[in-house]
C-alpha cells in the first residue's frame, strides 16, 4: 500500500488536535483525478471543522482543506474534460475534503490550469474563494449596472479576510465602486490598496460613513460574512432593489428584519454555502471563471493576497493565526 503525510483531526477541538499522520493515498473514481499537492489553503470552514461545528460531507475526505493546487497524476481523462487536462499538468482544484495532504482526489470538472505567471502557492489560494465570491457576487448577488446604466456598488463586510480581497478585486475589476469594513489601520491600507474605499468598523459607522460617501442613496449589493446584530443596519444601507448575501455568520445566524422596509424598498435576501453543492453546479462555476477570471489573473488585474505560508507539519499554527483573525489575505500550507 501507498502510503501519504497528511494532517488529521485528532479530536473536535483547539489547533493543536490537528496531527501529523500516514494514510493510504487516495484513489480516484470515475470522472475524478489524483493531484500530488504542492499547497493548500486554509480557510474558516477548516476551523469550523476542527472544532466540530462543520462536519465533512456524505462521502468526502475526513481530512480538512478545500482547496489544492499541484501537479496531476492520474485518472479518469476519457469524460467532459474542458480545459483539455492531462497528467503532469499543473492544476488548482476545489475539494470537498482531503486538501490538508501530499496527495489529494478531486472531481476533474473541479480542477482548473493554473493561470500563467501564478505559483503553485498563490493558485492554491485561489478555488475556494474565486468559486464562492463568483457565484455569490455576480451569479447571486447579479453585481452589474443600474437602470442608468452605471456600475453599482458594493459593500464587503470583512474586506481583508482571504474573501474579502477577492471580492474587492474582481468587483473593481468590472468598473464597481467598493466600500470595504476592516478592523484596524493596516488591515484599512490593504483594503484601499486593492481599490476600496475602507471603514474601520472598530472607529467608524459603517452605515453613515457610505451614506455620506453615496449622497445617501446607499449601496446596491452588500457581501456580508457577519450577519448578526449587522442585518438589520445592512437593510437600511441598501439602494433601491438593493440585495444582500449572506456567506457566513461569524456574528450570529438570528436577526430582526423590518419585512416594510424590504417591501418598500423591493429588497432582496440571499445567501448560500458552496461546499455541499453538486459537482455539476461547481463545474459551471469553475468554466465561468476560466473565462472571465483567469485573464484577469494572468493581466495582472486580480492576484490572491499571500499573508502567510505554513509548513505543512504546522498546520495547528497556521490555524492559530486565523484565529486571531491578524491575517491580511490568505494563510496556506506548503508541502
Given at each position: 500500500?501507498?502510503?501519504?503525510?497528511?494532517?488529521?483531526?485528532?479530536?473536535?477541538?483547539?489547533?493543536?488536535?490537528?496531527q501529523p499522520t500516514e494514510r493510504a493515498i487516495p484513489r480516484p473514481g470515475p470522472g475524478e483525478v489524483l493531484i500530488k499537492v504542492a499547497a493548500?489553503?486554509?480557510?474558516?470552514?477548516?476551523?469550523?471543522?476542527?472544532?466540530g461545528n462543520y462536519p465533512a460531507p456524505p462521502g468526502a475526505s475526513d481530512l480538512p482543506g478545500l482547496e489544492v493546487a499541484g501537479e496531476l497524476v492520474e485518472g479518469d481523462f476519457g469524460?467532459?474534460?474542458?480545459?483539455?487536462?492531462?497528467?503532469g499538468d499543473a492544476v488548482c482544484a476545489l475539494l470537498t475534503g482531503g486538501g490538508y495532504a501530499q496527495y489529494a482526489v478531486a472531481p476533474l470538472l473541479q480542477c482548473l490550469p493554473v493561470p500563467k505567471g501564478l505559483t503553485l502557492i498563490e493558485a492554491a489560494a485561489l478555488p475556494e474563494n474565486y468559486f464562492t465570491v463568483w457565484?455569490?457576487?455576480?451569479?447571486?448577488?447579479?453585481?452589474?449596472?443600474?437602470?442608468?446604466?452605471?456600475?453599482?456598488?458594493?459593500?464587503?463586510?470583512?474586506?481583508?479576510?482571504?474573501?474579502?480581497?477577492?471580492a474587492i478585486q474582481l468587483a473593481r475589476a468590472f468598473g464597481h465602486r467598493v466600500f470595504a469594513t476592516a478592523g484596524?489601520?493596516?488591515?484599512?491600507?490593504?483594503?484601499?490598496?486593492?481599490?476600496?474605499h475602507a471603514i474601520n468598523y472598530r472607529e467608524q459607522d459603517f452605515v453613515a460613513e457610505v451614506q455620506q460617501h453615496t449622497d445617501g442613496s446607499g449601496v446596491d449589493l452588500i457581501l456580508d460574512m457577519v450577519a448578526g446584530d449587522y442585518v438589520a443596519?445592512?437593510?437600511?444601507?441598501?439602494?433601491?432593489?438593493?440585495?444582500?448575501?449572506?456567506?457566513?455568520?461569524?456574528?450570529?445566524?438570528?436577526a430582526?428584519?423590518?419585512?416594510?422596509?424590504?417591501?418598500?424598498?423591493?429588497?432582496?435576501?440571499?445567501?448560500?454555502?458552496?461546499?455541499?453543492?453538486?459537482?455539476?453546479?461547481?463545474?459551471?462555476?469553475?468554466?465561468?471563471?476560466?473565462?472571465?477570471v483567469w485573464p484577469l489573473l494572468e493581466s495582472g488585474k486580480a492576484r490572491p493576497v499571500i499573508?502567510?505560508?505554513?509548513?505543512?507539519?504546522?498546520?495547528?499554527?497556521?490555524?492559530?493565526?486565523?484565529?486571531?483573525?491578524a491575517h491580511i489575505g490568505k494563510i496556506m500550507l506548503q508541502w
Open positions: 500500500m501507498l502510503t501519504m503525510q497528511a494532517i488529521e483531526i485528532t479530536r473536535p477541538g483547539a489547533p493543536d488536535t490537528l493548500a489553503g486554509v480557510n474558516r470552514p477548516d476551523v469550523a471543522q476542527r472544532q469524460g467532459d474534460n474542458p480545459f483539455g487536462l492531462k497528467p457565484s455569490n457576487l455576480f451569479e447571486r448577488g447579479r453585481l452589474g449596472t443600474t437602470a442608468r446604466g452605471t456600475p453599482e456598488s458594493l459593500l464587503v463586510q470583512g474586506g481583508s479576510s482571504g474573501i474579502g480581497v477577492t484596524n489601520a493596516e488591515k484599512c491600507a490593504a483594503c484601499e490598496k486593492l481599490g476600496a443596519r445592512e437593510l437600511g444601507l441598501l439602494a433601491q432593489e438593493g440585495r444582500l448575501v449572506f456567506i457566513a455568520d461569524l456574528g450570529g445566524k438570528q430582526n428584519i423590518d419585512v416594510l422596509l424590504i417591501m418598500q424598498r423591493r429588497l432582496t435576501i440571499t445567501g448560500s454555502t458552496l461546499r455541499s453543492r453538486s459537482i455539476e453546479f461547481k463545474a459551471a462555476l469553475a468554466r465561468q471563471l476560466h473565462k472571465q499573508h502567510q505560508v505554513f509548513p505543512a507539519r504546522e498546520a495547528a499554527k497556521a490555524h492559530a493565526l486565523m484565529e486571531t483573525s
